[in-house]
């Protein structure tokens, strides 16, 4: 039974194009997280949210755009892609917004952008 | 401004050695600091945390990490090294900000080979 879930796990798409990926946890958690890794590994958080609120928003281009219809899914949409955006995804969940919460993170979307 | 600096981009180490992963940490207050690991292909998972209820913390597969505030270090170590602890190895730092979430920053990760 897989905690947290990501969808596809692979996606190659062309510059230009607007593109969705998917997260669920089945884990009753309240927080959500999208981490973007690049190819030298470092990984960076892109927006948390809470209960379906935006709380952390680190200054990631319009052209993201995160969406949580309930506690359990937070998507994100890429528009406009770009050949920099190519990277590793991964979405996260916490019990809690509180400091010291184990994250739970996603198998991970490998992004590729031609 | 909280960071975690991981010295040591890639360690080898042969297998049955002692393995010493490097973390140093920056934060203006007590912080919460993790070890996570990531096989190839896969996402991170949890191999234990700092909370403050003791400076030196047990994880899974026989991993622990010793908390040094005098030092600002959280180096993670395992006696002997299996050929299944080859992953890439991640401090992280974690701070409550302003309105009480959390902010999880990463070090750049430490990529473990073991030399059968």
């Known amino acids: 039974d897989t905690a947290v879930s990501q969808t596809p796990k692979y996606l190659v798409t062309q510059m230009g194009n607007d593109k969705s990926i998917k997260c669920e946890q089945n884990?009753?958690?309240?927080?959500m997280y999208w981490y973007k890794q690049d190819s030298k590994k470092f990984l960076k958080i892109m927006f948390s949210y809470n209960n379906k609120e935006l709380i952390i928003n680190e200054t990631v281009p319009n052209r993201f755009s995160p969406k949580s219809p309930d506690k359990a899914h937070l998507n994100l949409h890429i528009n406009s892609l770009e050949l920099g955006d190519s990277a590793v995804y991964f979405c996260?969940?916490?019990?809690?917004?509180?400091?010291?919460?184990?994250?739970?993170f996603g198998p991970g979307t490998r992004l590729t952008v031609l | 401004a909280q960071s975690v600096t991981q010295l040591g981009s890639h360690v080898s180490v042969s297998e049955g050695a002692l393995v010493l992963l490097r973390c140093n940490y920056s934060?203006?207050?007590?912080?919460?600091l993790f070890w996570y690991v990531q096989y190839p292909n896969q996402g991170l998972q949890l191999l234990l945390k700092y909370t403050s209820a003791a400076t030196l913390v047990k994880g899974i597969n026989g991993f622990e990490a010793e908390f040094k505030k005098s030092e600002t270090s959280f180096h993670l170590t395992k006696p002997s090294a299996h050929m299944s602890d080859a992953a890439e190895y991640f401090c992280a730092v974690s701070l409550s900000l302003g309105w009480g979430y959390q902010k999880v920053t990463f070090g750049i990760g430490t990529k473990l080979q073991v030399i059968p």
């Open positions: 884990l009753g958690h309240d927080t």
């Open positions: 934060s203006s207050v007590p912080p919460y």
């Open positions: 996260a969940s916490s019990q809690d917004k509180a400091a010291g919460n184990e994250q739970f």
